[in-house]
């Protein structure tokens, strides 16, 4: 089918897809509500997502300079105490880590088949030997398996359009992938960030799977976004209901996503804020 010329690729909606083509038609392309709860203790999954986003905001501000002392005595009156914990372990571990020209919050993009890819990162550093780190903030309270995030749609479209348009970070001319490591920080496991570095080799894989799977989708008739073989991801899936795959939630003890972005997240970026590189 025909997508609009204004849709952009994300790693949500691309995420979205991999899981369950129905799930991405549903949500990007039939715009449909929601009709169900992710988990079954809604109230604590959304007070866990709003402690999150407030923890993301109290790292922003500080990466751009805000007085610590005023970060610290917010995180100190913060009605969950576990936003302060993550906190006092960010102090600890993290800015001895943070050499560089800091890009905060930082929207980037590339044309690609015919669309644009989009990211939005927590972080980059721009180091003066030419390797830029991204950083990004987790507070969910598993640690992942490597080869999972290694894997994860966020990883590879990271790393692969900080290649693309990393330059408008940087004085080169271009970035070659062994400059780029991608790092996730988990506040629930501070001591160190998972490091991700990045391969010319994987670049090219990269390239070629985002092209095909761009392609795939804008070639797809509607009546190809199939459901999902692997019903397990239908448990914490919103749209279950359109499927006749349950009505009851998925506990949320046994909740794996990481960190879940919303429907929100994806579709409120500021893309008049986006730094765009053709190619």
């Not at 009709?35 to 809604?42: C, I, K, R």
């Not at 794996?256 to 929100?264: A, R």
Request: glycine fraction near 4%; charge should be negative; include cysteine.
């Amino acid at each position: 089918m025909t997508l609009p010329d204004t849709f952009d690729f994300t790693q949500s909606n691309l995420q979205d897809y991999i899981d369950c083509p129905y799930r991405f038609y549903l949500r990007y392309i039939r715009h449909a509500k929601w009709p169900a709860l992710v988990v079954d203790d809604a109230l604590e999954f959304e007070q866990r997502g709003q402690t999150g986003g407030r923890f993301h905001r109290l790292i922003q501000q500080y990466l751009l300079d805000i007085p610590e002392e005023r970060l610290t005595d917010q995180a100190a009156a913060d009605p969950s105490p576990e936003l302060f914990s993550w906190w006092e372990d960010f102090l600890q571990f993290v800015p001895p880590l943070l050499d560089g020209s800091r890009f905060v919050e930082t929207l980037l993009s590339s044309g690609l088949a015919g669309h644009r890819l989009v990211a939005k990162y927590d972080l980059v550093l721009a180091q003066p030997s030419g390797k830029l780190i991204i950083y990004d903030w987790k507070t969910g309270r598993r640690l992942p398996k490597v080869e999972w995030l290694r894997d994860r749609i966020q990883t590879r479209l990271y790393r692969f359009l900080l290649v693309q348009s990393g330059n408008v970070l940087s004085d080169q001319t271009e970035t070659p992938p062994e400059q780029i490591e991608m790092n996730y920080w988990f506040a629930a496991h501070p001591e160190l960030p998972i490091k991700l570095p990045y391969t010319s080799e994987e670049y090219q894989k990269d390239l070629a799977f985002f092209t095909g799977l761009i392609d795939e989708i804008t070639d797809l008739p509607e009546e190809g976004f199939s459901r999902t073989a692997d019903q397990a991801k239908c448990r914490y899936c919103v749209y279950r209901s359109h499927c006749d795959r349950g009505t009851a939630a998925g506990n949320l003890d046994e909740f794996d996503d990481f960190e879940p972005t919303s429907q929100e997240d994806a579709e409120n970026l500021d893309f008049d804020k986006i730094d765009e590189i053709a190619f």
